[in-house]
């Protein structure tokens, strides 16, 4: 990956964990991209929310360890394993709300807002508002994570 990597200067490539997101696992995840806006978003869990999330009673069994009949240490794909494949809601509103942003930075005409598809949401909202409502907080958790990680 790193030679891909090289080899293409305008590919970006960020971390982020799938549980700052909203997922029941913590899910590191590596995103590349060439929007300029890929980073924008990126949130890996705090060591506190790691902690939170692992102790969680609805945190999904993604993986089952045990030792074989010959001894050796053995793991396979546990019962919530598949649930995970996909990405949570949040991660999504994160994607467009630094979409947004990057748009109203560039000076470019704001993007046209459609409601969501019928019974989708609860309340009846256009998709850019619910976006940035969802952005905003993951830019305030983001720069509190920042803060945490500072040494005093």
């Not at 891909?4 to 913590?26: N, Q, R, W």
């Not at 924008?40 to 506190?48: H, V």
């Not at 969680?56 to 546990?78: C, E, I, L, M």
Request: net charge positive; aromatic share 6%.
């Amino acid at each position: 990956m790193r030679d891909f990597i090289s080899a293409c200067p305008d590919v970006l490539l960020t971390k982020i964990h799938m549980g700052a997101y909203g997922a029941s696992t913590e899910k590191e995840t590596w995103l590349m991209g060439n929007a300029p806006y890929v980073g924008d978003f990126a949130l890996q869990l705090s060591p506190g929310e790691r902690r939170l999330l692992q102790s969680s009673p609805t945190k999904a069994q993604t993986a089952v360890r045990y030792v074989d009949a010959q001894g050796r240490k053995r793991t396979q794909g546990g019962p919530d394993l598949k649930g995970t494949q996909s990405y949570p809601l949040g991660l999504g509103a994160a994607r467009g709300a630094a979409y947004l942003l990057w748009r109203q930075r560039a000076g470019a005409a704001p993007a046209q807002c459609l409601p969501p598809p019928a019974g989708l949401c609860r309340e009846p909202r256009p998709w850019c508002l619910q976006d940035r409502e969802v952005g905003a907080t993951l830019q305030r958790r983001s720069a509190a994570a920042r803060e945490e990680a500072l040494p005093l």
